[in-house]
């Protein structure tokens, strides 16, 4: 086991198990998050015998940096893994301060059509110290600290349930990272049970939807996922989502030239949409090697945003970023091996 995997419950426990008391879990938290001590035996507060036995039951190797990628506003880090894989993670320059978009897991089963970080078939999930690694190592590195994280690069967080909420659970603990639940997110192409389990636990995360089609017949064809979990249940699901959590939901759709991004589609979209309480976020498409899929040219994107705000569909671009270093959406791992 690695330490950055414990929640404080899982901590808690641990010590309640080994005779201890439960408020070293606290303790432990303050020095692997606030006082970024990686090292055990370095934490002086706590008894000689317990640290041993820490170093006996746990590990705290992070993540390393191998490569930093710059571009305007954007960086992206690539990652090796303790077994030799290697992921990605991008951080963003905002005016409202610094967000990180972390990785789920080693490749992605989804194969969605437009997406290059889809073409690696899933290896593994990553271990939930792997994914707060990716936040510690960062802040290590440029010396700040992040304020937002989604979890939108590869892989589908709810294929990866567990591991994803306990990193969740653990950024946002008071006496860790402290990462507010209104400043995560979490983005999904759409597992209709794990969206279902995440509306019961009591985190105010954000939720995405990657839609990205205003019909099923459409949607069949760009997100194999959509056989599942077809788009009335979805949009369903969504509802559910909505009405247990009392949260608004994002719903994020890539705009590909001639494929989606008719006013046809807009309208058909906001039909689909109207009533819920979401609002879309229009994602310029990143060309990728996916030489099928185009960028839709800037008058369309502007006409399909029109379109859903004449319809009364809250609607906002998303900002493009570090398209140049492959680190926007879609492009992680494309060049890496
Ligand atoms: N698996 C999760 C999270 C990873 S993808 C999900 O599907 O939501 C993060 C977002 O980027 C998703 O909405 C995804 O559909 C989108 N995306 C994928 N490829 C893209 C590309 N080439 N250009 C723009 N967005 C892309």
């Known amino acids: 086991m690695n330490l950055y995997q414990m929640t404080i419950e899982n901590l808690e426990k641990y010590f309640v198990n080994i005779g201890e008391k439960k408020f070293k879990a606290t303790q432990v938290f303050e020095w692997l998050y606030q006082k970024r001590e990686e090292n055990v035996a370095n934490f002086t507060n706590?008894?000689?015998?317990?640290r041993e036995r820490l170093e006996?039951?746990?590990t705290t190797d992070l993540p390393s940096i191998i490569k930093r990628e710059k571009d305007v506003d954007v960086e992206k880090f690539l990652f090796?893994?303790?077994d030799g894989e290697k992921i990605e993670a991008v951080l963003m320059r905002h005016n409202y301060g610094l967000s990180i978009c972390v990785s789920s897991q080693v490749g992605c089963n989804m194969g969605c059509k437009f997406c290059e970080s889809g073409r690696l078939k899933k290896v593994r999930n990553l271990s939930a110290d792997e994914m707060v690694g990716q936040i510690l190592a960062i802040e290590k590195e440029i010396k700040e600290r992040i304020s937002s994280v989604v979890i939108m690069g590869i892989g589908e967080p709810l294929d990866n349930y567990e591991n994803v909420i306990d990193f969740i659970k653990i950024i946002n603990h008071p006496k860790a990272i402290a990462i507010g639940a209104r400043h995560i997110t979490l983005s999904t192409c759409g597992i209709i049970p794990k969206m279902k389990s995440l509306s019961e636990i009591p985190l105010q995360i954000n939720l995405a939807i990657s839609l990205h089609a205003s019909n099923n017949e459409?949607?069949?064809?760009?997100?194999p996922i959509n056989k599942g979990y077809p788009l009335p249940d979805l949009i369903e699901a969504?509802?559910?989502?909505?009405?247990?959590?009392?949260?608004?939901?994002?719903?994020?759709?890539?705009?590909?030239?001639n494929v989606n991004d008719s006013?046809?589609?807009?309208?058909?979209?906001?039909?689909l949409l109207r009533g819920l309480n979401v609002y879309v976020n229009l994602i310029p498409y990143n060309e990728t090697n996916h030489i099928e899929f185009k960028k839709s040219e800037k008058k369309n994107i502007?006409?399909?945003?029109?379109?859903?705000?004449?319809?009364?569909?809250?609607?906002?671009?998303?900002?493009?970023?570090?398209?140049?270093?492959?680190?926007?959406?879609?492009?992680?791992?494309?060049?890496?091996?």
């Open 46 to 50: 706590i008894k000689k015998e317990i």
């Open 56 to 58: 006996k039951d746990f």
């Open 80 to 82: 090796l893994l303790r």
């Open 218 to 223: 459409l949607r069949n064809k760009l997100m």
């Open 238 to 257: 969504i509802k559910e989502y909505i009405a247990k959590t009392n949260r608004r939901v994002t719903i994020e759709y890539i705009l590909l030239k």
């Open 263 to 271: 006013t046809f589609h807009a309208h058909e979209l906001a039909n």
């Open 302 to 337: 502007d006409l399909f945003y029109q379109t859903l705000k004449e319809e009364k569909i809250n609607v906002t671009v998303r900002r493009e970023f570090g398209s140049k270093i492959s680190a926007a959406c879609g492009q992680l791992r494309s060049k890496e091996v």
